[in-house]
């Protein structure tokens, strides 16, 4: 019976992040819709996205905080929360607005996939948690597949004079969530998936709305219908929903397997990136999608793997 409820419990976590991953992956597609038709700024985009977002997470922190059993926080844990947003999804997100100036859809989430490189050495090597072997041949299969479709799209966009510039910042994008992917897995359990989830967007949202208030006005935000709505898709379908997903995926099957799980977005991406961006597909992206989908699906097929 204990089996069968882990069995369980890891296909729930599974599905989440899974969820959680796709919903993400239509982030960098809105992005480049809102820059191309609107010819909005990073800063202003992402500041736009949390304004949006906010009212879902203070919603969400009002109604932890409401309930009589609601543990309290150390002050230790949850300015480890504070930080993880501000890594996650101030920086990280800043990063990657801008970088998506200069790259295509495609390659931006190829490059960002180093994040869970990142979080699983960040795990193994600092907090010592052990790798399955059915964890190194998932993480060598999608990273495999990964590697053939970055190089196709690496040569697509060798012409562009900001190309380097704009890998560098989903580079730096990478390293900064991966800290926020391990952080996650260590504080998600003391905090509740709910009040992690909703403290660590609060303090990314302040963080980026200073960032605005310091560099930009509030006047020259070109409000038109369709950034309106441009920003409240990347608000809900692309942020809100996906990252309540998978914190909590990640607090039934843990920050590794998540890493994993999240190797179909790059996937998702090129395809979305192809049918409404008309970013090209080429064979060797193809090829490397069967090695991602074939590490996902390997990763998600073993409902008896151990957490970290």
Not at 110 to 115: E, P, R, S, T, V
Not at 161 to 189: D, E, N, R
Not at 264 to 293: D, K, M, N, W, Y
């Amino acid at each position: 019976m204990t089996s069968i409820n882990h069995s369980k419990h890891f296909v729930a976590g599974f599905l989440l992040s899974l969820a959680g991953a796709l919903l993400f992956s239509t982030k960098a597609i809105f992005v480049k819709l809102a820059f191309k038709e609107t010819g909005v700024d990073a800063v202003t985009l992402l500041s736009l996205r949390m304004l949006f977002a906010l009212p879902f997470y203070l919603i969400a922190a009002w109604m932890v905080l409401r309930k009589e059993h609601t543990k309290k926080l150390s002050k230790a844990n949850l300015l480890w929360i504070l930080i993880m947003g501000i890594l996650g999804y101030y920086l990280s997100s800043l990063f990657d607005f801008i970088g998506l100036q200069y790259v295509s859809a495609g390659l931006e989430r190829l490059i960002l996939f180093l994040y869970p490189t990142f979080a699983v050495l960040i795990n193994t090597y600092i907090f010592k948690a052990a790798l399955s072997k059915r964890q190194i041949i998932a993480l060598f299969l999608t990273y495999f597949g990964i590697g053939i479709a970055y190089f196709a799209e690496l040569k697509t966009d060798s012409d562009n004079p900001q190309f380097v510039f704009g890998a560098f910042m989903i580079f730096l994008c990478a390293i900064t969530y991966s800290f926020y992917l391990v952080g996650t897995g260590k504080l998600v359990h003391k905090a509740g998936a709910t009040r992690y989830t909703a403290y660590a967007m609060i303090s990314a949202t302040v963080g980026i709305f200073v960032h605005f208030l310091l560099t930009k006005k509030v006047a020259d935000i070109p409000f038109t219908t369709t950034l309106t709505w441009y920003a409240i898709a990347l608000a809900i379908i692309a942020t809100v929903i996906p990252s309540f997903l998978m914190s909590n995926g990640m607090k039934k099957i843990g920050s590794n397997n998540v890493s994993i799980i999240t190797g179909i977005g790059p996937v998702s991406t090129i395809i979305q990136a192809h049918f409404l961006l008309g970013e090209q597909i080429l064979l060797l992206q193809i090829l490397g999608t069967v090695f991602v989908i074939i590490g996902v699906v390997l990763i998600g097929w073993n409902p008896k793997n151990v957490t970290n």
